[in-house]
């Protein structure tokens, strides 16, 4: 039964959208009603109608379903989208089309998902094949990429792009639930012993040793040190929660920890990143300039924010993708940031629930696994926004600009709101 509150939870952020459109609307047209101006700025507009209708329909569906998903997940992220939309429509009007278009085919993503859930988790049966998969996706930038903003992690088609590595990680994620699951006994009583860590035999561990070495290895060819750290932080966390071994956990610190240390020797863009997380203030105007633009952004925007377009986040470079927190930070204040936060522990608590409520060990860690993702990716980037870490250029999730994370994080987004409904415990 669709009750009043369930649908606020969606028409909440619809309305959000709407009036955040609205006004930006209103400010460009400036009082004049030249035809043509509005027809220019309205051309958005069938792709907005599209998202919305889109949102109201998956939403509904979600609601007649039996059993019935969490229906919290997906207004949620429709929060996190419509924030997007707005900011990109205020800060880079000529991408506001493209990211309603990469929504649409999001959301499309989703409910195929959704309508698959159960087959495709079934997935998990062929674990070698899924981490061959994922080295074999990883790798295709290696030889086909191209350099974009510093980063070998792109593959051109024509005038299409697209980013392995957002897929990627989807990979990653089947793959250890499937081998944890599969390996969970013998990967929790240890009997080789290295100092005072406690191991299983080699040839357990030696896949999880691949992934994270291949991984890391990868990435810091391709220069990508945010999908770096977050295929990392997904290996370690996703085997912690399946053994509960705090030596995998110190191991893996150790491990990440010499490889940084080496990067630093040997790559200077790991020593420029650290040296400007160090001190950003040594070259302002120079290797630093994003991160002292964004500090001054969360500087200026003080508790109550600056006001919707009063700001000034365009002085940052890239500010659509890897500082729209920033952006929106200056003009929300403390009061916004605070808000859009708490909405990310409310999806992350959401998750963890449904993960919870998994029968079987390989679905509890696949749907851990897909929250992990949200999380760790919200976490790196949020912390070098602020810069809490070094800045790794990685989306924030659902609000960033960028084609492949929208699309890649509806798939995630599918699969968990599939778990929460196929694959619950029978309480009753």
Same mark, same amino acid.
């Given at each position: 039964?669709? /009750?009043?509150?369930s649908? &606020?939870?969606?028409?909440?952020?619809?309305?959000?959208l709407l009036?955040?459109?609205?006004?930006?609307?209103?400010?460009?047209?400036?009082?004049?009603?030249?035809?043509?101006?509005?027809?220019?700025e309205l051309?958005?507009?069938?792709?907005?109608?599209?998202?919305i209708?889109?949102?109201?329909?998956?939403?509904?569906?979600?609601?007649?379903?039996? #059993?019935?998903?969490?229906?919290?997940?997906?207004? +949620?992220?429709?929060?996190?989208?419509?924030?997007?939309?707005?900011?990109?429509?205020?800060?880079?009007?000529?991408?506001? !089309?493209?990211?309603?278009?990469?929504?649409?085919?999001?959301?499309?993503?989703?409910?195929?998902?959704?309508?698959?859930?159960?087959?495709?988790?079934r997935?998990?049966?062929?674990?070698y =094949?899924?981490g061959?998969?994922?080295?074999?996706?990883? +790798?295709?930038?290696?030889?086909?990429?191209?350099?974009?903003?510093?980063?070998?992690?792109?593959?051109?088609?024509?005038?299409?792009?697209?980013?392995?590595?957002?897929?990627?990680?989807?990979?990653?994620?089947?793959?250890?639930?499937?081998?944890?699951?599969?390996?969970?006994?013998?990967?929790?009583?240890?009997?080789?012993?290295?100092?005072? %860590?406690?191991?299983?035999?080699?040839?357990?561990?030696?896949?999880?040793?691949?992934?994270?070495g291949?991984?890391?290895?990868?990435f810091?060819?391709?220069?990508?040190?945010?999908?770096?750290?977050?295929?990392f932080g997904?290996?370690?966390?996703? /085997?912690?929660?399946?053994?509960?071994?705090?030596?995998?956990?110190?191991?893996?610190?150790?491990?990440? +920890?010499?490889?940084?240390?080496? &990067?630093?020797?040997?790559?200077?863009?790991?020593?420029v990143?650290?040296? !400007?997380?160090?001190?950003?203030?040594?070259?302002? &105007?120079?290797?630093?300039?994003?991160v002292?633009?964004? %500090?001054?952004?969360?500087?200026s925007?003080g508790?109550?924010?600056?006001?919707?377009?009063?700001?000034?986040?365009?002085?940052?470079?890239?500010?659509? /993708?890897?500082?729209?927190?920033?952006?929106a930070?200056?003009?929300?204040?403390?009061?916004g940031?605070?808000?859009?936060?708490?909405?990310?522990? %409310?999806?992350?608590?959401?998750?963890?629930?449904?993960? %919870?409520?998994?029968? /079987?060990?390989?679905?509890?860690?696949?749907?851990?696994?897909?929250?992990?993702?949200?999380?760790?990716?919200?976490?790196? =980037?949020?912390?070098?926004?602020?810069?809490?870490? #070094?800045?790794?250029? !990685?989306?924030?999730?659902?609000?960033?600009?960028?084609?492949?994370?929208?699309?890649? &994080?509806?798939?995630?987004?599918?699969?968990?709101?599939?778990?929460?409904?196929?694959?619950?415990?029978?309480?009753?």
């Open positions: 039964m669709m /009750t009043r509150g649908w &606020s939870l969606l028409l909440g952020p619809l309305g959000f009036m955040g459109l609205g006004v930006l609307f209103l400010q460009h047209s400036g009082g004049e009603f030249a035809v043509e101006r509005v027809a220019g051309s958005y507009l069938p792709w907005l109608l599209a998202v209708f889109l949102a109201v329909f998956i939403h509904a569906l979600l609601l007649h379903s039996r #059993p019935q998903p969490d229906i919290w997940l997906f207004p +949620c992220v429709m929060m996190f989208s419509s924030l997007g939309i707005v900011m990109i429509a205020r800060l880079k009007p000529e991408l506001l !089309i493209p990211q309603l278009r990469w929504i649409i085919i999001g959301m499309v993503a989703f409910v195929v998902v959704l309508k698959f859930g159960k087959v495709i988790s997935f998990v049966q062929y674990q =094949i899924l061959l998969s994922c080295l074999l996706l990883l +790798c295709l930038p290696l030889f086909f990429g191209t350099e974009i903003g510093g980063s070998r992690n792109w593959i051109l088609l024509g005038s299409f792009r697209i980013q392995p590595s957002e897929f990627g990680k989807i990979l990653l994620v089947f793959f250890l639930a499937a081998y944890l699951s599969d390996h969970r006994q013998v990967l929790s009583l240890p009997n080789l012993r290295l100092l005072f %860590l406690w191991l299983p035999p080699l040839r357990f561990i030696a896949p999880l040793l691949v992934v994270w291949m991984a890391i290895l990868m810091v060819v391709q220069r990508d040190l945010g999908s770096a750290l977050l295929f997904i290996a370690v966390l996703m /085997t912690y929660m399946a053994t509960g071994s705090k030596s995998y956990v110190f191991l893996a610190v150790a491990f990440f +920890c010499v490889a940084a240390a080496v &990067s630093y020797t040997m790559f200077d863009h790991v020593k990143r650290f040296d !400007i997380w160090l001190d950003p203030w040594q070259d302002p &105007s120079g290797t630093a300039y994003q002292v633009q964004s %500090l001054f952004a969360f500087g925007g508790i109550w924010g600056t006001g919707f377009a009063h700001g000034h986040p365009e002085l940052i470079p890239e500010v659509h /993708t890897d500082f729209i927190f920033a952006a930070a200056e003009e929300f204040g403390l009061i940031s605070l808000m859009i936060l708490l909405t990310y522990v %409310l999806f992350f608590y959401k998750g963890l629930q449904v993960a %919870l409520g998994c029968r /079987t060990e390989g679905q509890i860690l696949l749907a851990a696994g897909c929250n992990i993702v949200f999380f760790l990716q919200a976490f790196i =980037i949020l912390a070098g926004v602020t810069k809490f870490l #070094p800045l790794t250029g !990685i989306t924030l999730p659902f609000v960033s600009y960028g084609g492949s994370s929208m699309v890649s &994080s509806f798939i995630l987004l599918g699969l968990l709101v599939s778990l929460s409904r196929k694959e619950q415990k029978n309480h009753g």
